[in-house]
Structures are given as C-alpha cells and as structure tokens.
C-alpha cells in the first residue's frame, strides 16, 4: 500500500509558464515534505521542504503549498525553464520508532520544459 | 568531499556472487541512510546509523543484506548470495544531524547500479 503517491507519471509545460506537480499521503504521522529533483544516473538533489505545522514555504521559482486536512501536497515551479526538465519525487518523513526519520518517496513525475 | 560518494557507479555480477557497495558521507554528518531504487519506483528505506551504530534495519530485505559503519563515516553495504531480484540503484543519504531529523533534509549520492545476471 504506497504510502506516498504521484499520480502523473508525466508532465509537459512550455516555457516560461507554471508547472504544478502533485503529491497525495495516506499517513497521519508524516510530519516533514520534502521534493527532490533527479536527473538521469545522478542521485535525486533536495530542491525544497515544508513542515507540517506550514502551508506553503517558498524558495526563489519554488513553492511548495500543503494541504494537511486533504492530505495533499503540491510543488509550483514559476516560471518553468528547460533545465528544470527532470524527475521530481515527492517525499515525506516520519519517526520510525527505531531510531531514525524515515523518508517514505513517491514514484516520480518526470518534467518536461518545452523551450 | 563536497557531496556523497558513491562507489563503484556500476556493479555487474553473477546470481549468486557476494557484492560489496561503499558510501562516503559528507564529512561530519551524523546519520547515514541507505536506500534501494528499482526501476520505475521511488527510493524505498533499507537501514540508518548515526554515527558507528546501525540503530534502524527495519527496511533489510533479508538476511542477505548486511551493512555496516565501524568509524562512524565511510560504510559499506554487503549483500550476500545475490539474485535477480536484488538488481536495483543502491542509493546512501547523509545529514547532520541525530536521527535523519524531522525539518532536516537527507542528501544523496548518485548510486551504484546494481545488476544481477
């Protein structure tokens, strides 16, 4: 049961117009939302997070808004540049009770910036 | 270094081989992270230490699959009797602080690809 989930396996955006990836969780107890952007054979780079005592926290083109009653989080990219093209995995932490904060990831929504 | 090593960056092996898989830390980080990536899937969690202590291994698909971290900074993940299902990108995360920490993000490597004939 996939506690994180990406619905859109895919996106295309033009240039220079706004791209806005979603991200759904099941778990209550996820208290940290993080997005990473990876490129092809790289490992996934931390772009921008939000706790979740926030609903929105904003870092230059990046804005990431959470909803906590929807359960639902979402990453705005204004304005979309070609090399933003890229796989965007959404992430969530909690407390494993062992020690450690867990990262729980989405599948990925691969980007695509039409110049 | 600047960021998370990895290596080797590619790992070919028969079924049945041990294959050893090292990750540098960045240099004073406190928790270490490894994670297993298959193809079309999200990073799913293996096992954490902070520092030399390997505190979480809940995520250890088998008993197969053994890591360790003697001095508290480079570690190695060890996966023993490989077989096809193992084949995935293996991938090492690092933070500063205690825990991975809530409000602390996990920094990545680049992976080592692992492949399983």
């Known amino acids: 049961d996939q506690q994180v989930k990406q619905n859109s396996p895919s996106l295309s955006v033009q240039e220079g117009r706004i791209s806005i990836l979603n991200c759904d969780y099941t778990?209550?107890?996820?208290?940290?939302f993080l997005w990473y952007k990876k490129y092809p054979a790289e490992g996934p780079t931390f772009l921008i997070s939000?706790?979740?005592?926030?609903d929105k926290n904003e870092d230059g083109r990046f804005t990431v808004f959470l909803n906590k009653s929807a359960k639902h989080l979402s990453l705005h990219i204004v304005p979309s540049q070609p090399g933003d093209s890229a796989v965007y995995f959404c992430?969530?932490?909690?407390?494993?009770?062992?020690?450690?904060?867990?990262?729980?990831f989405g599948k990925g929504t691969k980007l695509s910036v039409i110049p | 270094g600047a960021g998370v090593s990895q290596s080797p960056r590619y790992k070919v092996a028969k079924r049945g081989q041990d294959v050893a898989l090292r990750c540098d830390p960045i240099?004073?980080?406190?928790?270490l992270f490894w994670y297993q990536q298959a193809l079309g899937q999200g990073p799913e969690f293996l096992t954490y230490?902070?520092?030399?202590?390997?505190?979480?291994k809940s995520g250890l698909p088998s008993d197969r699959f053994f890591a360790e971290r003697p001095e508290g900074s480079v570690s190695t993940l060890k996966i023993q009797r490989t077989q096809q299902e193992d084949s995935a990108v293996y991938l090492c995360?690092?933070?500063?602080?205690?825990?991975?920490?809530?409000?602390?993000?996990?920094?990545f490597g680049d992976g080592t690809r692992l492949s399983i004939l």
């Open positions: 995360a690092s933070s500063l602080k205690t825990g991975g920490s809530s409000n602390q993000p996990q920094h």
């Open positions: 778990n209550s107890m996820f208290d940290y």
């Open positions: 939000i706790s979740s005592i926030k």
């Open positions: 992430a969530a932490s909690s407390y494993s009770g062992a020690g450690s904060y867990q990262l729980t």
């Open positions: 240099s004073g980080h406190v928790s």
């Open positions: 230490f902070q520092n030399e202590a390997q505190l979480d």
